[in-house]
C-alpha cells in the first residue's frame, strides 16, 4: 500500500481529512500583507490627491448632486476586522462633501448589484451600520433597478455591435462615485459601472457560454477576453460622461487573503481606467503564486464561507459547481493547475437546499433545465431569455430579495470550459449523489476513494496537487 499523509481540506461549512499520496505537491496562499493603518485617512488623502482626476473638493459645490455607488455583498462577502470600508468611506466622502456645503439631501446611496438580488435595509446595515441607513431615506439609499426603465439609459453600442445599458445616475449625478471593494482581478474597474450597473440586455454580451473560448480565467487580467468586452463597455461609459465635462471617480479597495476575515491592504482612488492597475499590481502581490508545471489530478477542497452569491442565505447545488468550477478549476493565470485531460477532485457536500425566496429561479433551472440538458451553451439559447423576461421573476427580483431570472445561467456557464477541458469532474463526501449526477458530475463517498478512481485511469504514479486554500490564491502556472 502507497504510503500516505492526512491533509485537512475544507469542505461545505467545515473541513473534512484527506490521506493522499506522500507524492502529493501542496500549494498555499501567501501570508496576508500589513493592514492599512488608517482607512479613514488613506480614503481623505486619495480624495484630495486622485489619479487622474480632479480632487473632489474641485468638483463638487452647494448645488451639486452626488451619487455614492458601492458594491453589494458579493463584492464582500466576508466578515471584516475591522468597521467595512464601504461604510468609512462613506462616513468620509459624506463629511468631505459636507465642507464643501452639498447638502444631505443632494447625496445619495446607490447599491450596485446588477442583477444580484437586492440587499434589504437591515442586510445593508451589516456592511453600512444602521446610522447610515437611517440618516439615508428610501429615496436617497436605494438598490440598483436592472427592470426600472426609469433608471436606465441606453448609450448606444460598441464597435462589435454590444449594447451599453446603464443607471442613469452615472450620468445624471453632478459627481458620480464608486466604491469598490476587491479581493479577485476579476472585479473592479470598469465592471463596476458596466455590470454593477448594468441591465440584462448589456450584461448579456459577456456573460453567455462561448463554445469556441480559449478558456482563459477571467482572473487573468493580461489574457481575459471578458476584461477586454467590459473595457470596451466602459469606454462608451466614459465617452457620454466627458461630453458632459464629467469622470466617474472611483476608489478601490483591496483586502488581504485571510479567509474567511479580512483586513485592508491598499486603497487607490480617481478615474476607472487609471486607478485599476495599482489595484491589480496589490492583488498580484498578495494573491497570486507562482507554480511551475501542471498536474494529472487535482484535488481542492470548496468552501462555503468563500462563496459570494450566498450571503445571507444558504449554498445550493449550482453555487456549489460554481465556486467549484469558476473559482477553483478556472482561477488561474497562464495555464489551469490541471493538464488538458486530466481529473478534478473537489471535496464538498453538495446537498440539494434552496432558498425558496431568493433563489427561485435557481430551484426551476435545477428542477426543470438540468432534467432535460447540462450543456450551457444550449440551455443558455434556449432557455435564458425566457427566464430574464418572465413576469414572476421580474417580479422577485425587483420586489422580493429574488435573484434576475438569468442569474442561474451565469453561474452555470462556468461549467462548460471545464467539463470539454477535463477527462472526468469527481465531487467528493457527497451526500446527495443524485446532484452530482445531475449536473453532470461523479459522486464519490470520501476524498480516497476518488483518488483512487483518477489513478485508475492516469496511474498510480500521475501527479497530483492540492490546492490547500486556508488562505486564497491564485496560481500562476508556468510550463
Known amino acids: 500500500m502507497a504510503a500516505t499523509q492526512t491533509h485537512h481540506i475544507a469542505y461545505g461549512d467545515g473541513y473534512i481529512n484527506a490521506a493522499l499520496p506522500e507524492r502529493t505537491r501542496v500549494i498555499e496562499g501567501k501570508r496576508p500583507l500589513p493592514a492599512l493603518p488608517d482607512v479613514a485617512g488613506r480614503v481623505r488623502e486619495v480624495i484630495a490627491n486622485p489619479i487622474a482626476h480632479e480632487p473632489l473638493h474641485k468638483l463638487v459645490n452647494g448645488k451639486s448632486k452626488v451619487v455614492i455607488a458601492f458594491d453589494d455583498a458579493s463584492g464582500a462577502y466576508f466578515r471584516t476586522q475591522r468597521t467595512d470600508f464601504r461604510q468609512t468611506a462613506i462616513e468620509v466622502i459624506v463629511e468631505e462633501l459636507r465642507k464643501e456645503r452639498v447638502p444631505l439631501g443632494n447625496i445619495t446611496l446607490l447599491l450596485s448589484q446588477g442583477l ?257 440538458e447540462t450543456d450551457p451553451y444550449w440551455l443558455w439559447e434556449n432557455y435564458v431569455e425566457e427566464f430574464a423576461h418572465r413576469p414572476e421573476f421580474i417580479h422577485g427580483y425587483r420586489y422580493g430579495h429574488a435573484y434576475h431570472g438569468s442569474h442561474p445561467f451565469f453561474m452555470w456557464n462556468s461549467s462548460g470550459i471545464p467539463k470539454r477541458y477535463l477527462s472526468r469532474i469527481m465531487f467528493a463526501g457527497v451526500r446527495d449523489s443524485d446532484a452530482a449526477r445531475r449536473m453532470g458530475y461523479e459522486a464519490f463517498e470520501t476524498v480516497e476513494d476518488a483518488v483512487a478512481a483518477a489513478e485508475a485511469d492516469l496511474g498510480n504514479q500521475s501527479s497530483i496537487t492540492l490546492m490547500q486554500r486556508h488562505r486564497h490564491f491564485i496560481p500562476r502556472v508556468t510550463a
Open 116 to 372: 444580484h438580488r437586492k440587499l434589504s435595509r437591515t442586510e445593508m446595515e451589516t456592511f453600512l451600520g444602521r446610522r447610515l441607513v437611517l440618516q439615508f431615506g428610501y429615496n436617497n439609499l436605494y438598490c440598483h433597478d436592472a427592470e426600472d426603465p426609469s433608471q436606465i439609459v441606453h448609450l448606444g453600442y460598441t464597435h462589435r455591435g454590444f449594447d451599453v445599458e446603464v443607471n442613469r445616475a452615472i450620468l445624471d449625478a453632478d459627481q458620480f462615485i464608486y466604491l469598490n471593494t476587491m479581493w479577485a482581478p476579476f472585479n473592479g474597474g470598469w465592471k463596476s459601472t458596466a455590470v454593477g450597473l448594468g441591465t440584462f440586455k448589456s450584461i448579456r454580451h459577456h456573460h453567455r457560454p462561448w463554445p469556441i473560448a480559449s478558456g482563459q480565467s477571467v482572473d487573468d487580467p493580461k489574457n481575459s477576453a471578458f476584461k477586454k468586452l467590459v473595457w470596451e463597455q466602459g469606454a462608451l461609459i466614459q465617452q457620454a460622461l466627458e461630453a458632459k465635462g464629467r469622470r466617474v471617480f472611483t476608489i478601490e479597495s483591496v483586502y488581504d487573503n485571510a479567509d474567511p476575515r479580512k483586513d485592508i491592504i491598499a486603497i487607490n482612488g480617481g478615474h476607472p481606467t487609471e486607478v485599476h492597475p495599482h489595484t491589480l499590481a496589490a492583488i498580484q502581490e498578495q494573491q497570486v503564486v507562482d507554480v511551475q508545471g501542471q498536474s494529472d489530478i487535482l484535488v481542492a477542497g470548496v468552501a462555503n464561507w468563500n462563496e459570494c452569491y450566498s450571503k445571507f442565505s444558504t449554498v445550493n447545488p449550482i453555487l456549489a459547481s460554481n465556486q467549484a468550477m469558476a473559482n477553483t478549476v478556472m482561477q488561474f493565470q497562464g495555464m489551469p493547475l490541471v493538464r488538458e485531460g486530466g481529473i478534478v477532485i473537489l471535496a464538498h457536500p453538495l446537498t440539494t437546499e434552496f432558498d425558496a425566496r431568493r433563489f427561485v429561479p435557481y430551484k426551476e433551472f435545477y428542477d426543470k433545465l438540468l432534467t432535460q
